[in-house]
RNA sequence: GGGGUGGUGAUCUAGCUCGGUUAUGAUACCUCCUUGACGUGGAGGAAGUCGGCGGUUCGAAUCCGCCCCACCCCA
């Protein structure tokens, strides 16, 4: 190891090819060691990561590096999310089109382009970070919209189908009419802004008095259901069962009581629209109210107003607000702050459509999941209440299908005769807008008058959530049912689910729901929840603000260990990171003094050539080792890698840089032959040993500058070594009980030789070291150039100088 | 509106479960130092009313109550 400084950017990336080459991380369910699985969060190809991505993902490294060195058969594939609405809105822009006005696969291609190219880029800087995912082959990558990946998804469903577990069912939901397809509550974004409220003037039949209400969706009028008033409300309380007439319409509407209604928002009276908002559905469903819905899904106004047909929502707004105005229907407009609800995708305002769409039962699951969310742990265990609370709250089963392209297909055709929905047998990938079915006559009436495929595709999360069965099945992406056998043996399927904390209302709940559908088991034994990494404001990175950072840029800088360092040591597990440059670039100068820690130790022979005698202070070092090892595995198990990564850097740089090794440095050189050739040979012995140990602690989180000195050292790979075992360190720990005295001691001499403006070398004639450091007393001489050792004070000459140390012990100096 | 997490020197962070000497560590900053790995180094220094207010207590960063602020998720 020549070079004074270490290199990542010349090192680092041909030590992962090294390792590709290797096939060092290959998974091999031949090995005899016992599986542990990791179900890796695909990444979702459609945006290049920020600095989040890159750090989240490192710390599921971590996870397998560590379960490998303890002796584990890892199975961690690699992996790429490809489906689903991003893409397609990505491509949208990128392509400036509207996905349902190109041929279906046109759109399709399009999409490729953009997740071949964001998928190559996010797979590089899984490489300059080092990562020990099984392979990066891109046939051994697999991605969710591969044959292989949809037809797994369309098998569950072809299942779960039949075992009753489906239903279509005509629900109104949100609707986005810009990527003209059903989106399920967790895909809702809340956007502010203002919207106009009008007080319109509506007539109640029986009486005739006036009833003024308040609304912002004005349009609505002829889809109003029912007129509410809050119960308390002693202004309206007369009017309940009576009749309000619609201002242009003329409609007939009933006038109820219910708690929704707010006595201080507008006039306290309001109109309940198929649909205007969410508490309209609710509404409705609670009223078993027939709606009758005035809204296309192009979001254009049907045939039910002949008035206003064919007008798009916005323009029929205008119409009818003039008309009314004209009428004198209009008494007041107040300009209202409000929040929209928004598609979460392309950012369209929402509406609530009724479609029939296929619904997969989850309320009826919610006990046994929270038995589950009882059982399973979570690292950090704080984040189990992200899901019990969600789990508390959700009210209705989770709609499936969406009108979109880039997805797994509902695998689905309709007979052209009775309209029944013909599943086909599960295995193969079916695509049903395109292919004629598997079969001739319908399941149901017999006939053969033909089929229509149908042409949904399912949420995405249809997907994800079953990627720890896709796993279990198919390492390297080739089928393997003996190894899902062995893995489901178990009472969970798959080991651990590492994921951020934003998705646990989607991907863990949803993988848990199916996991237990298909297996009647919990999908995982362990969650790992992450935090994000924020900017320096601790606001969410947003390449739209300037605020993102990216990852290649800092790697291409500090190093893909520096990255992963950081993100480790900069927080506790579960913690939001605040990034910031200046401490990563701290963490850059760290790997530096690893690596000359190595070159200095290997500059002596590492095997001592004769016998060797451990001196106290080998004993000592070896013992704090012992000590920090047993620490940092405390972190590791509970995979909290900001525990180790702080216990490593606080023995590397406070106790064997700058102590052990200074006072080691004259012994090892042994220039004036002070010191036996044991005593020599003992801390040679030492340095490599600490140093050989110390690396493999280290390797987890930053492996390739541990590799690089490895390899140099031993010629071979610390990463399939084992995890060091702190009891076989040292037999028997000792001296770690003077480290403070040392600590003191040794830093109050440089202090001392530095306030008299002396080089630390100067020669110290005569001292009195603190009893307690006695053992050490022959490295101490060297270390601080004692020409003398005395034991009275009588024998110091007049030039001196006492310490008192912390624990009442003397340390004199004379010069 | 509901739930979650957090607020500790300039910046980030440990400690809080179980109250008790001088509040941990890192980065940045200032001063000094080329000693046979490392100036991407070493030694030292300065820097905090532990978000605010109130309570419990001999004693509170830690326990209790209220409030404020930020972020995340949900309605």
Wanted: charged share 25%.
């Amino acid at each position: 190891m020549p070079e004074r400084t270490y290199n990542p950017q010349k090192q680092d990336i041909n030590l992962f090819n090294t390792w590709q080459k290797e096939k060092l991380f290959h998974f091999n369910k031949e090995s005899g060691k016992p599986i542990y699985s990791i179900d890796t969060p695909p990444p979702y190809a459609n945006a290049p990561w920020h600095m989040g991505g890159a750090i989240h993902y490192s710390g599921i490294d971590m996870i397998a590096r560590y379960k490998r060195m303890k002796g584990h058969e890892i199975l961690f594939p690699m992996c790429l999310d490809r489906n689903g609405l991003p893409i397609e809105v990505q491509a949208e822009k990128e392509f400036k089109v509207s996905m349902h006005e190109v041929p279906r696969e046109e759109f399709l291609a399009m999409c490729k382009q953009i997740l071949d190219r964001v998928g190559d880029m996010i797979l590089n800087i899984c490489r300059i970070l080092g990562f020990s995912n099984n392979s990066f082959d891109w046939d051994d990558v697999y991605k969710t919209d591969q044959e292989q990946y949809r037809a797994l998804t369309q098998s569950t469903f072809i299942k779960l189908f039949k075992d009753n577990q489906i239903y279509e069912d005509n629900r109104p939901n949100n609707y986005c009419t810009r990527c003209k397809t059903t989106i399920a509550d967790n895909e809702i974004d809340y956007r502010s802004g203002n919207h106009i409220l009008y007080d319109i003037k509506f007539k109640v039949k029986e009486t005739g008095e006036e009833l003024i209400i308040s609304t912002s969706r004005p349009e609505l009028i002829p889809a109003i259901g029912v007129v509410i008033y809050n119960p308390k409300d002693n202004r309206y309380k007369h009017l309940e069962g009576k009749t309000a007439v619609t201002p242009i319409f003329e409609d007939e509407i009933p006038i109820l009581p219910h708690h929704y209604a707010k006595m201080e928002f507008g006039t306290g009276i309001l109109m309940v629209c198929a649909y205007g908002d969410s508490g309209d559905v609710q509404i409705f469903r609670e009223l078993k109210l027939n709606p009758k819905p005035i809204i296309n899904t192009d979001g254009k106004i049907t045939d039910a107003v002949p008035e206003f047909e064919g007008l798009k929502i916005k323009e029929a707004k205008k119409e009818i607000t003039k008309q009314l105005e004209e009428h004198g229907y209009i008494l007041e407009k107040v300009d209202t702050a409000h929040n929209f609800p928004t598609c979460s995708r392309c950012g369209n305002d929402v509406e609530f459509l009724a479609m029939p769409e296929y619904y997969l039962k989850q309320v009826e699951y919610l006990p046994k999941l929270k038995e589950y969310a009882d059982t399973m742990k979570f690292f950090p265990d704080f984040m189990k209440k992200v899901w019990v609370n969600w789990l508390n709250t959700v009210s209705i089963d989770w709609p499936i299908s969406r009108r979109r392209y880039y997805g797994t297909e509902v695998p689905i055709w309709y007979c052209k005769k009775c309209n029944h929905p013909n599943l086909p047998k599960p295995g193969p990938y079916y695509q049903p807008w395109k292919d004629d079915p598997p079969f001739d006559t319908c399941q149901k009436c017999g006939t053969s008058e033909g089929f229509e495929g149908d042409e949904r595709t399912f949420d995405t999360w249809m997907d994800s959530s079953i990627s720890e069965i896709y796993i279990s099945l198919h390492p390297h992406n080739k089928r393997d049912d003996d190894l899902f056998n062995q893995l489901n043996s178990r009472d969970y399927i798959c080991d651990i689910r590492p994921q951020g904390k934003d998705i646990v209302r989607t991907w863990l709940h949803y993988t848990m729901l199916r996991g237990h559908q298909l297996y009647d088991k919990p999908a995982f034994n362990h969650a790992w929840i992450s935090g994000h990494v924020v900017d320096r404001k601790g606001e969410k990175m947003s390449k739209s603000k300037g605020t993102a950072i990216y990852p290649e840029e800092m790697i291409e800088k500090y190093g893909g260990d520096s990255v992963r360092l950081y993100g480790a040591i900069e927080a506790s597990h579960g913690s939001d990171i605040r990034f910031n440059q200046q401490r990563l670039q701290g963490i850059s100068k760290f790997i530096n003094k690893i690596y000359n820690i190595a070159r200095f130790v290997s500059s002596f022979p590492s095997t001592a050539s004769g016998e060797m005698e451990l001196q106290p202070a080998d004993e000592w070092i070896l013992s704090e080792l012992s000590q920090t090892i047993a620490e940092s595995i405390q972190g590791y198990d509970v995979y909290d890698f900001n525990v180790p990564a702080k216990a490593l850097r606080k023995f590397t740089i406070d106790l064997f840089a700058s102590q052990y090794i200074e006072m080691v440095k004259g012994r090892a050189y042994n220039r004036d032959e002070a010191f036996s050739e044991k005593e020599q040979n003992a801390a040679h012995y030492t340095l490599h040993k600490v140093l050989n140990i110390m690396i493999k602690a280290f390797a987890p989180l930053v492996p390739f500058v541990t590799d690089f000195i490895y390899r140099g050292l031993h010629g071979k790979s610390v990463h399939t070594e084992n995890f060091p075992d702190p009891i076989k360190i040292i037999k028997e720990k000792k001296f770690t009980e003077l480290t403070d005295v040392l600590l003191e001691s040794n830093s109050l001499i440089w202090k001392f030789k530095k306030d008299m403006k002396l080089p630390l070398n100067t020669p110290i004639k005569k001292a009195i070291l603190p009893k307690s450091l006695e053992v050490f007393v022959l490295d101490l001489k060297t270390m601080h150039t004692v020409e003398q050792i005395s034991s009275e004070e009588s024998e110091l000459d007049s030039e001196i100088k006492k310490f008192i140390l912390v624990n009442g012990e003397k340390l004199i100096i004379s010069l």
